[in-house]
């Protein structure tokens, strides 16, 4: 009967600490969902600025071309800051999809039945995503670079987001250990024999 209680204690106690470790692992799973998205967006957000900048160079060598009566002539540069905007397009494209598929993921996450069968995630080849996350690759070919200090302050965030999610987890494994302690000092405080009767 004394070891009943005990083991009823015990188990009450091993319940709460893995739901504490169970909270800390959704955490750190939001947290890196999260920092994931935030890339995207900015991966997104700089491809468009590359873009929009080779749109306006583009437009002031169209400019030139017709200050000079000489429509037909493309040259080099022009043709280059084309395949600019191709590329930027298909990056933003391929980013989309990225924060598409990570959104629809985070939903069946939060939203999944335990008894419905798993479907089997979309393949991410890992090209795709190399590709994604170099953004601006074509940055080299103009004066200035507005996206380093975005960059770098994405990255900062994202590390300290993942620092907290470890942290957090740490925690809760230094709770758990604090509980499991407390019960079994409890117990032999209450009992010093072993035995509750």
Do not use: W
């Not at 089997?120 to 890992?126: F, M, R, S």
Request: with cysteine; proline share 3%.
């Amino acid at each position: 009967m004394s070891q009943a209680i005990i083991d009823k204690v015990k188990s009450t106690m091993n319940t709460a600490a893995d739901t504490i470790t169970t909270v800390a692992q959704n955490f750190v799973e939001k947290n890196r969902t999260k920092a994931k998205l935030n890339r995207l967006r900015m991966v997104m957000k700089s491809e468009s600025e590359l873009m929009n900048r080779a749109y306006i160079a583009l437009g002031k060598e169209y400019y030139e071309m017709l200050k000079k009566g000489d429509v037909t002539a493309a040259d080099e540069k022009q043709k280059n800051l084309l395949g600019v905007i191709d590329n930027s397009k298909a990056k933003i494209a391929k980013a989309r999809e990225c924060y598409r598929m990570v959104l629809e993921s985070q939903s069946e996450f939060v939203y999944a039945v335990p008894s419905a069968p798993e479907k089997k995630p979309a393949e991410v080849k890992q090209e795709d995503v190399v590709d994604i996350t170099v953004a601006c690759s074509n940055e080299d070919d103009y004066d200035s670079n507005p996206f380093d200090a975005v960059a770098e302050k994405a990255e900062e965030v994202a590390e300290k987001a993942e620092d907290a999610a470890e942290k957090a987890a740490e925690t809760a494994a230094d709770a758990k250990e604090h509980i499991a302690k407390a019960v079994k000092e409890a117990l032999d405080e209450e009992y010093p024999d072993g035995e509750p009767f």
